[in-house]
């Protein structure tokens, strides 16, 4: 646990994101420069002010150079255009076409024992002191420790990232001005991306965006692409101001972190995740779970936090426990897994052995207190009987009014049923 989030459990508040969140790691804000830094950064300034004028002339020279070659290469294609009777487009293309492709921005093993050789050498040094990136690649070439490691080695150092880049993704930031300005700037470039791609589509997409607690400082706002906002105000008689205003006053009142919405969150993804898994409709039976689940299903559940209760979310009530496993989920370290045929046989096999041994599995189904005795039913109770037996005989059918009169409570509870369906 960082300083930060220390001193954020050791005052006790609620006044920022990161105060209301103690469990997860924080964004330590940037720390102001020392005397010694600022004096390096001015030397650093003149250094590059008295090169300046070298860097010009290497730059224009450099310039002249690449029009000398591209008029080189337009005479050149237009003859080639001209002995092949094709136009001076085609020729450019051909010679400047080219596919672009987007690899996958995967942990590499480079940049894995570049995160390791890092925290190895800059750990407890000043800003200004540490080792630069070209430094800590040269460490890597010359450690003879981290050159052909092996597979075991290359898993160790790739999961180290992972999880380094997993936990910086999730980490809060520290103060309101830090969240407001982090809010303000993705909202832009959120903006931005959505008037692209309507201006390439002609999607419609409306954004609202508010705060969550009363002592944020971002602002509750709104975005529409074309006129999509006149949708609310045609149609839902609405305005978009007031519904930002609507939506920053429920968040403000509800709190995304309360205990209760906690719970709502964590059901929500362990339920549409085992659905997902099995592709019906199945609910989690955490007593039972077991045998209602591993064993029926072959699908178990890895990665809960040890320090949470396997339980059903609804009856925990202690909220950094609710948290911890709502950030668990959200991030993919607990999921669903399908277990191996060998695994469910072995998990099978448990089960029978504590079975053998007098052992309860599963909490036991509570039988009625009339267990045993014959229930009479009476005969002329049409509702008690069975549905079957209530379904009309062959070849009859019931006999109706040739005018029927129809009040305002029965259309009334018509519509309810038909809501309900």
């Known amino acids: 646990m960082d300083s930060v989030t220390q001193d954020l459990l050791r005052e006790g508040n609620n006044s920022s994101w990161a105060a209301r969140n103690p469990g997860r790691p924080v964004i330590p804000p ?4 020392t005397d010694a830094e600022k004096a390096r950064a001015k ?7 008295s090169a300046l004028p070298q860097r010009k002339e290497k730059e224009q020279a450099l310039d002249t150079a690449v029009k000398a070659l591209f008029a080189r290469l337009e005479d ?7 002995a092949h009777h094709v136009t001076d487009a085609k020729v450019k293309t051909l010679l400047t076409g080219y596919q672009q492709r987007k690899r996958s921005r995967g ?5 894995a024992l570049v995160h390791t050789k890092s925290e190895e050498v800059n750990s407890g040094l000043a800003k200004g002191e540490k080792y630069s990136l070209a430094e800590i690649r040269d460490m890597v070439r010359s450690d003879p420790k981290m050159q052909n490691p092996s597979e075991s080695e290359k898993e160790f150092y790739l999961n180290k990232l992972k999880t380094h880049r997993a936990l910086k993704n999730m980490s809060v930031r520290s103060s309101n001005a830090a969240a407001a300005k982090d809010v303000r700037e993705m909202l832009d470039h959120v903006f931005e991306e959505l008037d692209g791609l309507a201006l390439r589509t002609g999607t419609y997409t409306c954004l609202f965006g508010t705060r969550g607690h009363v002592y ?11 006129n999509i906002m006149e949708f609310f105000e045609d149609v839902m008689h609405w305005e978009a101001d007031e519904i930002a205003r609507k939506l920053e006053q429920w968040a403000c009142m509800h709190g995304s972190n309360s205990v209760e919405n906690n719970q709502r969150i964590c059901a929500r993804l362990l339920t549409s995740g085992l659905r997902t898994s099995l592709t019906k409709n199945v609910r989690i039976n955490f007593p039972n779970f077991e045998t209602n689940i591993k064993e029926k299903y072959g699908l178990d559940c890895v990665g809960w936090p040890e320090d949470t209760p396997f339980q059903a979310p609804s009856t925990i009530r202690d909220n950094d426990q609710l948290r911890k496993l709502r950030d668990a989920l959200k991030s993919g370290t607990c999921h ?8 469910r046989a072995n998990h099978s096999a448990q089960l029978e052995a504590r079975r053998k041994a007098g052992e309860t599995v599963g909490k036991a189904r509570k039988k009625r207190s009339d267990a045993g005795t014959t229930r009479k039913r009476n005969a ?3 509702e008690s009987a069975p549905r079957k037996k209530r379904q009309l005989g062959k070849g009859t059918a019931p006999k109706s009014s040739e005018f029927v009169d129809t ?3 029965e259309e009334e509870d018509e519509g309810d049923v038909e809501d309900n369906e």
Do not use: Y
């Open 76 to 82: 050149d294609m237009h003859a080639i255009a001209v």
């Open 107 to 111: 942990e590499g093993l480079m940049n």
């Open 380 to 382: 002329g109770d049409k």
């Open 30 to 33: 940037r720390a102001p420069l």
């Open 407 to 409: 009040s305002d409570e």
């Open 336 to 343: 669903w897994k399908k277990m191996s045929p060998r695994e």
């Open 216 to 226: 944020d400082t971002s602002q509750a706002t709104w975005f529409g692409t074309d």
């Open 43 to 49: 030397e650093r300034t003149k250094e590059r002010q």
